[in-house]
């Protein structure tokens, strides 16, 4: 049933890798082990999950969304999707995205754009975009392609995909997932995430993803209490308190968020949470402060395509190493790509250093500290996911800073390396497209943030 609806919907583009052959041996396999008299059932066992290109899955392609990385085959497995792949999961295709996870739209993409599932209703004629940089996952999940997605979010591109396309998005703690096998981008802030339809769904899969591994620096030992253990025996969010910051109402948010944002107060109000104003008052640098870290480690992180060790290298590749090096980069870079770059490099760089890169580390230290003081107070922070709904696309194709103010919201979590997960909310007045939520928690504390979103669902 879901080969023939990823067959059906080709044209949404949300994978860059399927072989349906690969699929249905994985469905038989399952299909044996489930025949197997046997108590023991694995959790996943059967369900198909569709994976972001930025995993490595072993000897399968894995391109980052990347011209670089178009004929790259991973020769060993990410730990989250052996993980995965272990609980008895169909690994269904590796989704479009955009080039190495940078991006809000998937408009990225060296495979081209993914269309969303979702229709504009005043503007039906006119594709909308999915979100990104997880789009493909987010397409693939809310077009019933598979039953869920593994995406990657840096600064948003797990929670603000999910809030475009109507889907539960969950980004983990920093360092709770694995990111052994995950193409980097700016390693002090990636996580993997999951996209699904339900907020059970994402429990039941976050659960298997997470947990320490000895092969991540930054993995964290820290055993935590299974989110579907808590989601299953008590759900109930009597007398937790949940902290809304008015500095997240920011100049060109929807009227519509907002109101669905106030109207949630009331429904968290009803199943007996208290709502407490807070205050986190550098929420409006956060876009600045990571648009200077994300590219500084993303131009480090990629200078590892040299044309030598991964990847492609220029055939015109002029006559010295560095010729070459140059050649293959402008070749096989796309634009988003190569900007950032130039700004992670020129941040970096002797004379600027401690102007932009040393000043944004003490801001984000700063933004860390908003989130501690606010979570002295209160158990978890409700705001919106995203400023507003999904656009069409190419509508803000030339204005990469209007892109960029998408994450205003799903960033500064990011930056404190807090779990926030996105949950759907309702659909905008006018264009009847989906809104999100977003519930942020304190370190490690998932359990707490998917009961609230257990109770907006
Ligand atoms: N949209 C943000 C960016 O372009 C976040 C991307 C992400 O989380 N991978 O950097």
Redesign the pocket.
């Known amino acids: 049933a879901y080969i023939s609806l990823a067959e059906k919907f080709k044209y949404m583009n949300a994978f860059i890798t399927i072989d349906y052959d690969a699929i249905r041996a994985s469905a038989i396999e399952s299909d044996n082990r489930l025949r197997k008299d046997s108590d023991e059932i694995n959790l996943l066992e059967g369900i198909p999950i569709a994976i972001k290109d930025l995993f490595c899955t072993q000897n399968e392609l894995t391109t980052a969304g990347s011209a670089m990385l178009r004929n790259f085959r991973s020769p060993y497995e990410s730990t989250v999707t052996y993980k995965l792949k272990k609980s008895g999961a169909i690994p269904f295709g590796k989704t479009n995205m ?1 080039e190495f ?4 739209d998937n408009s990225y993409s060296y495979f081209g754009p993914v269309i969303s599932p979702w229709k504009n209703s005043q503007f039906p004629d006119k594709k909308i975009v999915p979100g ?2 997880s789009g493909g996952s987010a397409a693939a999940v809310a077009s019933y392609q598979c039953m869920a997605a593994l995406g ?7 929670r ?1 995909p999910a809030a475009f396309s109507g889907l539960v998005g969950v980004k983990p703690t920093y360092g709770r997932c694995s990111r052994w096998g995950m193409i980097a ?1 700016a390693s002090s802030l990636d996580q993997a995430g999951v996209l699904t339809r339900s907020v059970l769904d994402a429990a039941l899969i976050l659960d298997v993803i997470t947990g320490y591994d000895e092969k991540d620096q930054t993995s964290l030992n820290f055993e935590s209490t299974r989110c579907t253990d808590v989601l299953k025996s008590n759900c109930s969010i009597r007398g937790l308190k949940i902290g809304i910051p008015s500095d997240y109402k920011i100049a060109g948010m929807s009227e519509d968020i907002i109101r669905m944002w106030e109207k949630a107060e009331d429904w968290l109000k009803e199943e007996g949470a208290e709502i407490v104003p807070i205050n986190l008052p550098n929420t409006s640098v956060g876009i600045s402060v ?1 648009y200077v870290i ?1 590219p500084a480690e993303a131009s480090s992180n990629l200078a590892r395509y040299d044309g030598i060790r991964y990847g492609e290298r220029a055939t015109r590749s002029g006559q010295t190493f560095n010729e070459m090096v140059a050649e293959t980069r402008s070749q096989f870079f796309g634009n988003e790509v190569k900007r950032r770059i130039m700004i992670g490099t020129y941040v970096l760089s002797a004379g600027t250093y401690d102007k932009y890169y040393g000043q944004a580390q003490k801001v984000r230290h700063i933004i860390a500290q908003d989130f501690k003081n606010a979570f002295e107070v209160v158990d978890a922070i409700l705001t919106p996911t995203a400023p507003t709904p999904a656009y069409s696309l190419g509508e803000n194709q030339d204005n990469p800073a209007t ?2 103010m ?2 205003a919201f ?2 500064p979590t ?1 930056l404190a390396g807090l779990p926030a997960i996105s949950v759907p909310c309702g659909l905008s007045e006018k264009e009847q497209l989906p809104l999100g939520l977003q519930v942020i928690g304190n370190y490690c504390q998932e359990d707490i943030i998917f009961k609230v979103a257990f109770a907006l669902e």
């Open positions: 955009d996870a940078m991006g809000s990104g940089s990657s979010d840096t600064g948003g591109s797990v603000q981008f990571y994300a892109i960029y998408n994450d799903t960033v990011s």
